[in-house]
Antibody, heavy 117, light 108 residues
Framework: QVQLVESGGGVVQPGRSLRLSCAAS????????MHWVRQAPGKGLEWVAI????????YYAESVKGRFTISRDNSKNTLYLEMNSLSAEDTAVYYC??????????WGQGTLVTVSS | EIVLTQSPPTLSLSPGERATLSCRAS??????LAWYQQKPGQAPRLLIY???NRATGVPARFSGSGSGTDFTLTISSLEPEDVAIYYC??????????FGGGTKVEIK
């Protein structure tokens, strides 16, 4: 069965960086686009970024463009999100998700990022 | 950017009642709309895609309808385990992929 396990969250000071990882199993990782979606505490869902199956095509939400970088290593079945210049507005649970024609077919359990001094 | 507006914000019903949730798009999304269920403390789960197709393993009491700008998620007979927040999402015109603000379903 599809399993997505995020890691790398934690407490980080404003302006600092953090890298999230998402380990995938149970499907042919290299055949699917992958997303990051976030959810601020008590708030709704916000799409963050997508990377194509081969890593060549990437799109970002305006709120993170220029600060966040999505990438993948198909040899390790792992998705990444490099987050720079973090601010309090980036505090959220970050989910990785497997795409189904740009819907979110399978989700990980999420990893909490808290930006605070 | 396509804005999705969900109503009502909260729906409080008794077990066995029919739940009708609405999602309205700021412009046509054709049938490129999905519904997700998020139970407390859990990740979201895909229920419906392309407006009316149930995802694998989703009970038949969940159904989706609509096209263009107006969509509905119906729970035909509410079960206690259906307590959750339900979100709609469009993939018609992206980036960005966008979600509605959610409808919270409660049991009376």
């Amino acid at each position: 069965q599809v399993q997505l396990v995020e890691s790398g969250g934690g407490v980080v000071q404003p302006g600092r960086s953090l890298r999230l990882s998402c380990a995938a199993s149970g499907f042919t990782f290299s055949s699917y686009g992958m997303h990051w979606v976030r959810q601020a505490p008590g708030k709704g869902l916000e799409w963050v970024a997508i990377v194509s199956y081969d890593g060549r095509t990437k799109y970002y939400a305006e709120s993170v463009k220029g600060r966040f970088t999505i990438s993948r290593d198909n040899s390790k079945n792992t998705l990444y999100l490099e987050m720079n210049s973090l601010s309090a507005e980036d505090t959220a649970v970050y989910y990785c998700a497997k795409t189904l024609s740009e819907y979110f077919q399978h989700w990980g359990q999420g990893t909490l990022v808290t930006v605070s001094s | 950017e396509i804005v999705l507006t969900q109503s009502p914000p909260t729906l409080s019903l008794s077990p066995g009642e029919r739940a009708t949730l609405s999602c309205r798009a700021s412009q046509s999304v054709s049938n490129f709309l999905a519904w997700y269920q998020q139970k407390p403390g859990q990740a979201p789960r895909l229920l419906i895609y392309d407006a009316s197709n149930r995802a694998t393993g989703v009970p038949a009491r969940f159904s989706g309808s609509g096209s263009g700008t107006d969509f509905t998620l119906t729970i035909s007979s509410l079960e206690p385990e259906d307590v959750a927040i339900y979100y709609c999402q469009q993939r018609s015109n992206w980036p960005p992929l966008t979600f509605g603000g959610g409808t919270k379903v409660e049991i009376k």
